[in-house]
C-alpha cells in the first residue's frame, strides 16, 4: 500500500532552521513527482515545492524560493524539504504527497495524503 510519513517539524524561531522528512512505503519516490505542502489555520493546502521524477526538476512558491531546498535521496526512498530563514507565516501543518501527474504542484493532483507535521515559527 502506497504510503507516506511526514517528520521532522517543530517550534522553531524566526530566522530558525528545519528539515522535513518524508518516507515512502510501497513505493519508490522516484517514481513519482513528490510535493510538500503547508496548511496554515483557516486557509486552503498550498503546494510550496515539488520535485520530478527521473530528472530531478524541481519547482519552489514565491513565498519560499531561496530559503527552502527540497531533495531526494533514492537509497532512503526520502524526500527533504530544508528549511531556512524561517519566518511566522511558514507556520502550519506540512505535507508530502505523490502524484503521477506531471509540470504540476498544484494540491488538487495530488493523493494519499499523510498526516502531516506541525511547523510553528514564534519567538
Known amino acids: 500500500q502506497l504510503r507516506l510519513v511526514e517528520s521532522g517539524g517543530g517550534l522553531v524561531q524566526p530566522g530558525g532552521s528545519l528539515r522535513l522528512s518524508c518516507a515512502a512505503s510501497g513505493f519508490t519516490l522516484d517514481k513519482r513527482v513528490i510535493g510538500w505542502f503547508r496548511q496554515a489555520p483557516g486557509k486552503e493546502r498550498e503546494g510550496i515545492s515539488c520535485i520530478g521524477k527521473s530528472d530531478g526538476s524541481t519547482y519552489y512558491a514565491d513565498s519560499v524560493k531561496g530559503r527552502f531546498t527540497i531533495s531526494r535521496d533514492n537509497a532512503k526512498n526520502t524526500v527533504y524539504l530544508q528549511m531556512n530563514s524561517l519566518k511566522p507565516e511558514d507556520t502550519g501543518i506540512y505535507y508530502c504527497?505523490?502524484?503521477?501527474?506531471?509540470?504540476?504542484?498544484?494540491?488538487?493532483?495530488?493523493?494519499?495524503w499523510g498526516q502531516g507535521t506541525q511547523v510553528t515559527v514564534s519567538s
Open positions: 504527497a505523490p502524484t503521477v501527474s506531471v509540470g504540476t504542484c498544484a494540491a488538487s493532483h495530488f493523493g494519499n
